[in-house]
């Protein structure tokens, strides 16, 4: 079948309705005869005045054109789709069940491929970058070199979304509703910041060896420095049974 001949017969028509008058009145819309992906202009004489159901039924003729594969076929059957589910357009655009399953897998196919190639390597704009966390916010942002800032921590979601400052203000606001003095939950973080220095303050190799000497079990003092020393859980080398003293920590609870 001769699809540009049957293009051309619309095109035709409708320009010379439209010459005698006959196109005057009603809905109508512009359609490009050269479309401006192919190297078409907004000219006079390259724009037609067609129906809804012409326009569409000229797009598909667009697309039936060229072959499969190549690049003016693919920019056609873009076109047709975008028209087909503009939501702006108030006229719906019809096709049968098979029509429609058919330029759907090529449409997919074309939109899968245009996407592989804009993620390889350098096309891609997230290409050699890493995740960072800002320790004061929580918030997670990827840089393709690390930050000049301290409070940037190599790693993505480390505090999930919420600072250590912001944790420290959720859990005192806990404390708070469930009618725990404040003072006791400031006392806790006391506490915990005089165990964390005397721990990097020895040579301590486990914390089983630490926690012998409070009388206390390795769990209590882990679960203690986690809860309130943010700068734990941030240790790579954080570990329940072999955990070891480093006196650069001490004071370093941020």
């Not at 330029?103 to 899968?112: A, D, N, V």
């Not at 005089?194 to 060896?209: I, M, N, P, Q, V």
């Not at 309130?228 to 955990?243: E, G, H, Q, V, W």
Request: proline content about 2%; charged content about 30%; glycine content about 4%.
């Amino acid at each position: 079948m001769n699809y540009r001949n049957i293009y051309y017969k619309i095109i035709e028509k409708a320009k010379n309705e439209d010459k005698n008058g006959h196109r005057q009145l009603g809905y109508f819309e512009k359609h490009h005869i050269l479309p401006k992906s192919l190297g078409g202009s907004n000219d006079k004489n390259n724009l037609v005045k067609l129906t809804a159901r012409e326009h569409f039924i000229c797009h598909w003729l667009l697309v039936k054109m060229y072959d499969k594969g190549t690049d003016e076929r693919n920019k056609m059957l873009c076109a047709l789709w975008r028209m087909r589910s503009n939501p702006l357009q108030n006229h719906i655009r019809y096709t049968n069940a098979r029509t429609y399953e058919n330029l759907r897998i090529e449409y997919s196919k074309i939109i899968s491929n245009q996407m592989h190639i804009i993620q390889m390597g350098k096309n891609n704009s997230q290409f050699g970058t890493k995740w960072y966390t800002n320790r004061n916010t929580g918030e997670s942002k990827k840089f393709k070199e690390k930050p000049k800032e301290e409070y940037w921590i190599e790693g993505r979601n480390l505090f999930h979304g919420e600072s250590s400052v912001l944790k420290i203000k959720l859990i005192t606001l806990r404390h708070t509703e469930t009618k725990v003095p404040q003072k006791n939950y400031l006392k806790s973080v006391d506490d915990a910041h005089k165990l964390w220095d005397e721990f990097h303050s020895g040579t301590y190799e486990k914390l089983d060896d630490f926690a012998k000497i409070h009388n206390k079990t390795r769990s209590a003092i882990f679960v203690k420095f986690k809860r309130y020393i943010p700068a734990f859980n941030t240790d790579k080398k954080r570990s329940c049974r072999s955990y070891k003293s480093n006196n650069i920590l001490i004071g370093k609870y941020e």
